[in-house]
């Protein structure tokens, strides 16, 4: 009786795992440069966060589709320094690795000291401060174990910095004594120029160093992290090469792809690789959601597919297949349901009763500590406004939340008296310093008002008043920002669920990357400014709510 019990359940399990399927990407919105380790039944994954803070986010999940974010492997002050960083600087491609009893992140912190290493003992943190590597070049550095042996692998210039076609990089590596926590050895160069050097192949960079059946395999990116992105893979008997290309490279890219084809996910690449229990392998990797021509205001996304090995190479795409939104879960069986909170049509809501900040958040580089408060007024996050502005290159009073739809709405309640006409505070749909909207409450003539602003032109300091409107003498405001994919819609009440449009048809392509530039997506961001005035004001936000929409989603 036992065993026929055990039977049916196993049956059961395996037909409930087969019938479900789960959501791309697995970490919607911005949420680039993944990496991805397993100990046991555990998966971690990691992602670059640039120029906000905390830093690198870690995540959590035993099937590889139900994903929890359990930290940030930069959380501290003396860890990370972002004085003066551009959005698009900071940190810069990390990978996440595991070996006996230890956790280690390497990492670039671009325009500081270059790459460092951190660790753990628990991957929830504390994590260490950096250890600096000042012979390890370049960017996206890499730590992988094969053979008892660590090496460091990443992206560097082109031989005796001699490029002989713009984008012409080379992947190189030293052996890593994990004691010492340093390189040892001389760097070897491992690719010069990517596939096939007299084709002129650009940005070779995204390194990972694994061992199966004998061989060394060394995947990578190509093609710059835009629309011809590309993951490739060269192999080896040694894991110091000579490496050979896979003559089908590349084993993943939609480049090739009619762009006008529905719901179309674009700009595939570095990948990084991950054995299952079982034997199964399967890649994160990053890609875009872009509509019309290459638009996309959620910046570069974390995504899932299979691996399938073929006479000794990988695969993950071939031919015209396009990464599909919806696929079956990773077997072993996913026994329960899939609800992952971080991919699909993303929900989110912040009371504001916890005396800590949610793992989601982000500051604008380092915060000022004494600005946000979580315990000065139970039940709400109370933000002190300051001279600073998100135009300045400095730490405005910024509380982001990654947009991770292209159509939806964040939403929130404030209660703010603007003293002078400079004061302002409401959200912000943010994507750098010269490309945001600002929906906020103020005063015109002694008088309150809503207001949506958009950021100045570069060269100027003022921003533009797209609309303004009279409100009543009361306190509470509530704001909302739609997303609409190619343009924003902006609202505001006076009474909870009273909404009142204050303007629509906002160009949203001044909010994405081809347009504003830089590897981040957009923000919404709890935000208020005194605009270089001093001042004593604080605003008071009630709740905070974010609602995804997107078409591809839907059932």
Not at 69 to 84: K, V, Y
Not at 263 to 289: S, Y
Not at 387 to 411: C, M, V
């Amino acid at each position: 009786m036992k065993k026929l019990f055990l039977a049916v359940s196993f049956a059961m399990a395996l037909f409930y795992a087969k019938a479900q399927t789960f959501n791309n990407p697995i970490l919607a919105g911005f949420y680039p440069d993944p990496s991805i380790c397993r100990v046991g039944n555990d998966y971690y994954v990691t992602t670059s966060t640039f120029a906000y803070f905390p830093g690198l986010p870690i995540f959590h999940s035993t099937d590889l589709v139900n994903w929890k974010q359990i930290g940030n492997a930069m959380d501290r002050e003396e860890q990370l320094d972002q004085t003066n960083a551009g959005v698009s600087r900071g940190l810069f491609a990390p990978t996440i690795r595991y070996h006996k009893g230890t956790f280690y992140i390497l990492c670039t912190l671009i325009d500081k000291k270059g790459n460092f290493i951190i660790t753990a003992k628990d991957p929830k943190g504390p994590w260490s401060n950096p250890i600096w590597l000042p012979e390890v070049k370049g960017i996206d550095p890499s730590i992988d174990f094969v053979d008892d042996k660590a090496y460091v692998v990443y992206n560097n210039d082109a031989p005796d910095n001699k490029p002989l076609y713009n984008g012409h990089r080379t992947i190189r590596m030293y052996e890593f004594d994990i004691n010492a926590m340093k390189v040892v050895g001389e760097e070897i160069l491992l690719v010069n120029g990517g596939t096939d050097l007299s084709k002129k192949p650009i940005w070779i960079e995204a390194p990972h160093i694994f061992k199966k059946d004998d061989w060394y395999y060394l995947i990578c990116a190509e093609g710059g992290t835009g629309y011809n992105h590309t993951e490739v893979v060269f192999r080896s008997k040694s894991a110091k090469g000579p490496y050979v290309s896979y003559e089908k490279n590349p084993i993943l890219t939609q480049k090739h792809l009619d762009k006008k084809r529905p719901n179309p996910i674009t700009t595939t690449g570095h990948a990084d690789f991950v054995e299952t229990p079982d034997g199964k392998w399967w890649a994160v990797f990053l890609a875009c959601r872009p509509y019309d021509d290459d638009f996309y205001t959620t910046g570069r996304e974390t995504f899932l597919l299979p691996v399938e090995w073929k006479d000794g190479w990988p695969h993950i795409l071939e031919g015209d297949a396009t990464v599909p939104y919806t696929l079956p879960v990773p077997l072993p069986a996913v026994t329960k349901k899939v609800n992952n909170p971080f991919g699909g049509n993303v929900m989110f809501r912040d009371e504001f009763n916890s005396d800590k900040f949610d793992f989601r958040y982000l500051f604008l580089r380092n915060p000022e500590k004494d600005v946000y408060s979580l315990t000065a007024k139970k039940g709400f996050l109370q933000l002190a406004l300051r001279p600073q502005t998100a135009t300045e290159r400095k730490s405005p009073s910024f509380l982001g939340y990654r947009q991770n739809n292209l159509k939806g709405y964040a939403a929130t309640s404030i209660n703010f008296t603007p003293a002078l006409e400079k004061e302002k505070a409401g959200m912000l749909i943010f994507q750098s310093e010269n490309f945001y909207y600002f929906l906020c409450k103020s005063v015109e003539n002694g008088t309150p008002a809503v207001q949506l602003f958009k950021s100045p032109a570069r060269g100027k300091t003022e921003p533009e008043l797209l609309a303004s409107q009279k409100l009543n003498a009361t306190k509470e405001l509530f704001l909302k920002i739609e997303a609409r994919a190619d343009t924003y819609a902006f609202f505001f009440a006076e009474k909870k669920n009273d909404w009142k449009l204050l303007k629509e048809g906002v160009d949203g392509s001044f909010l994405t990357t081809k347009v504003a530039g830089g590897f981040v997506g957009s923000l919404f961001a709890l935000y208020g400014t005194s605009n270089g005035a001093p001042t004593s004001s604080v605003a008071l936000y009630d709740w905070f709510e974010y609602k995804g929409n997107d078409d591809a989603f839907k059932k």
